[in-house]
């Protein structure tokens, strides 16, 4: 294995070169902040353009490539954890089994390639062409509406998408056949990515077919202990663009098969045990209000770096996705392409476990959120709290007008998804580095938040997290002062996340050192 240096964004063939991607690609690079040349407001396929440069043997196709130019929200949404991660898991699992080929004893997950000589892994070319190919072939199978911005990525650098070969001895077919195998294990791994579980026509992919209904309506709290799906204004037209003006719709529980989805580090999610959610239950009074009251009490407190905190790791491609590459930015003496790939796979693995654990259990508990809580507790009585985009705080909105900062996730509360994923994925790469640094940096510009645009924050705010146990504990009370989780929750989600941290660790270790059966 060679150590990469960390070269400008690139492209190459047959060894080195510069090219230009224009249009779209570089918008979304200015968009996210990310480099390139295109003003703001340049438009998609304009002529906008900015230089590549990309070298094989010494590049990494993660880094310079992947993450720069084929972004993934165009595609997903931030806070659609569980399919947006399952799509990032499943890319990471086929780059990890198609360099596994040239590495001394990593052995894939779900394919099998065989060995090839360590000649072949002198330079970083075989393993980034190899990683690419299956990536774009996850793309094609998994996520079709990135496969036109995929493919022009993969011309820009020499490659050919429409090179179907199988040949296990070439980078280009280990790469087809390690995206492929990953692609097939996923269409029937519990998601309904196809959409036809019960159905013969018009597929409905990622729908609910366990058979899940609420016990309250969008209009009626019957059981203030039990989730209550929540109403907003309609906000995809046909097509893209803004919401329908004066059209309205309920929430459903997002992909409540998740819980059946088939994990990796262990079998049935139910043998991992979580108490009962007693601070949320309407019939201990004094528990559900002081739950109430804790969240009450941090919406009046929300400071512009508080929300700032809380913007950024609601966006899981901020806060989880941006954390990972920090730690291993923090421990650069130790990675080449070979270690960044082993990184990123343990840490997916654990958080794709614990998606599958935590969504079991919000399907068990079916826990309500704050906002119904909220209203259930005072009803119209004023309260004072965060009073809305550009309100500040006040002191007599009326509890049945009170909302979060945050939007609310389209699930039950307990536990909390994102503060499970943030333990989980502390623990599973501080097992890696055997350390507990992580030194994640984050700078929001004044009057950059999403909620407050204009306004908050009144200042650039720069966010600094030392070690994952900071970012653990910054991750978890966000949701408290975002107003979407109790503050009981967070705390009984931490350890329930951090178990998995564990099991993706040990999963990952036993693949990559190629103690798993042939």
């Given at each position: ?5 960390r ?6 063939a ?7 991607l224009?249009?779209a ?21 304009s ?9 094989f ?33 499943l890319?990471?699992?086929a780059?990890?089994?198609a ?24 330079t ?21 509406g ?7 990525l993969?011309?820009?650098?020499g ?11 070439s ?8 995206g ?9 791994d519990?998601?309904?990515q ?11 992919p ?6 899940y209904?609420?016990v ?6 019957e ?30 529980f997002?992909?409540p098969?998740?819980a ?10 139910s043998?991992?045990k ?7 239950d ?5 528990d559900?209000?002081?739950s ?24 899981k491609l901020?806060g ?8 291993g ?11 960044w790939?082993?990184l ?16 079991y259990?919000?399907?068990?508990y ?11 507790v005072?009803?119209r ?7 809305g985009?550009?309100?500040g705080?006040?002191?007599?909105i ?9 939007n ?25 580095f ?9 700078t ?29 504990r ?20 931490i ?20 103690d798993?059966?042939?």
């Amino acid at each position: 294995m060679t150590t990469p240096r960390r070269s400008p964004l690139a492209a190459v063939a047959p060894r080195r070169r510069s090219l230009l991607l224009g249009g779209a690609s570089t918008v979304t690079l200015a968009t996210m902040g990310l480099g390139g040349t295109a003003a703001a407001g340049t438009p998609a396929g304009s002529a906008a353009q900015a230089p590549v440069d990309f070298d094989f043997d010494t590049g990494n196709f993660i880094w310079d490539l992947i993450y720069k130019f084929s972004p993934l929200e165009s595609a997903i949404a931030p806070m659609d954890a569980t399919v947006l991660h399952r799509f990032v898991h499943l890319s990471t699992t086929a780059w990890f089994d198609a360099v596994a080929p040239y590495h001394p004893t990593a052995v894939g997950v779900h394919s099998r390639l065989g060995r090839r000589p360590s000649s072949e892994a002198a330079t970083n070319r075989n393993k980034n062409i190899a990683g690419m190919y299956a990536s774009f072939r996850v793309v094609q199978g998994v996520e079709p509406g990135r496969e036109t911005a995929f493919r022009d990525l993969m011309i820009a650098v020499g490659l050919d998408p429409d090179d179907t070969s199988e040949d296990r001895t070439s980078p280009v077919g280990i790469g087809n056949l390690a995206g492929k195998a990953v692609v097939a294990a996923a269409e029937r791994d519990g998601m309904n990515q196809l959409g036809d579980v019960g159905r013969r026509y018009n597929g409905q992919p990622y729908a609910d077919y366990t058979g899940y209904r609420p016990v309250n309506t969008a209009y009626e709290l019957e059981n203030p202990s039990r989730w209550q799906p929540n109403r907003g204004p309609h906000s995809r037209r046909l097509g893209g663009g803004s919401g329908d003006k004066g059209i309205f719709v309920v929430q459903h529980f997002v992909t409540p098969q998740m819980a059946l989805t088939k994990p990796h580090s262990f079998r049935d999610p139910s043998r991992f045990k979580l108490a009962p959610p007693r601070h949320s239950d309407h019939t201990r009074a004094r528990d559900y209000k002081r739950s109430v009251d804790e969240i009450l009490e941090a919406s009046a407190g929300l400071t512009d770096e508080q929300k700032v905190a809380v913007e950024f790791f609601d966006d899981k491609l901020l806060g989880i996705g941006r954390s990972v590459g920090a730690a291993g930015r923090a421990h650069a003496d130790q990675m080449d392409l070979d270690r960044w790939i082993h990184l990123f796979f343990t840490n997916t693995v654990a958080l794709f476990d614990t998606l599958i654990a935590c969504w079991y259990q919000k399907a068990k508990y079916d826990s309500v959120r704050p906002f119904s809580a909220v209203r259930h507790v005072y009803g119209r009585s004023p309260v004072t709290a965060w009073g809305g985009p550009g309100r500040g705080t006040v002191t007599d909105i009326p509890a049945n007008e009170w909302t979060s900062y945050l939007n609310v996730g389209d699930h039950p509360e307990y536990p909390s998804g994102s503060t499970t994923l943030c333990a989980a994925q502390a623990q599973a790469v501080r097992r890696f580095f055997d350390d507990d640094v992580l030194d994640l940096g984050f700078t929001m510009a004044a009057g950059r938040t999403r909620v407050e645009p204009g306004t908050t924050p009144a200042r650039d705010v720069g966010l600094h997290y030392a070690t994952w146990t900071d970012f653990v504990r910054e991750c978890a009370v966000s949701r408290v002062r975002g107003g979407v989780h109790f503050k009981k929750t967070v705390e009984e989600s931490i350890p329930f996340g951090t178990q998995f941290g564990d099991l993706g660790y040990e999963f990952a270790q036993r693949h990559i050192k190629g103690d798993v059966a042939s």
